[in-house]
């Protein structure tokens, strides 16, 4: 069956960076546009970033823009988040996405906590 497994959050000072690893598993991911969404306490989730299906064509919210790197190995079946300058409005639980199949199912990871603060 489909999995993705996030890891990488943690606690980070303002300033700071993380790098978030999303692992795929269950279906032909180098045929899969990826994506990292975010939700902060009390808001709802927001699209961060998404890679195409080789890694050339990456999109990404205004509020990341200039910070975050979205990246994916396709022989590792991994796709990456780098996060450089983190604010404290960066805290959110981050979850990786992938839209599968030709009625693009919706797949999501459990999450993981990113907490930015001093």
């Known amino acids: 069956q489909v999995q993705l497994v996030e890891s990488g959050g943690g606690l980070v000072q303002p300033g700071g960076s993380l790098r978030l690893s999303c692992a795929a598993s269950?279906?032909?991911?180098?045929?899969?546009?990826m994506s990292w969404y975010r939700q902060a306490p009390g808001k709802g989730r927001e699209l961060v970033a998404t890679t195409s299906t080789t890694g050339a064509g990456t999109n990404y919210a205004d509020s990341v823009k200039g910070r975050f790197t979205i990246s994916r190995d396709n022989a590792k079946n991994t796709v990456y988040l780098q996060m450089n300058s983190l604010k404290p409005e960066d805290t959110a639980v981050y979850y990786c996405?992938?839209?599968?199949?030709?009625?693009?199912?919706?797949?999501w990871g459990q999450g993981t906590q990113v907490t930015v603060s001093s």
């Open positions: 269950g279906f032909t991911f180098s045929s899969v546009a």
């Open positions: 996405y992938a839209g599968i199949g030709l009625r693009r199912l919706p797949y």
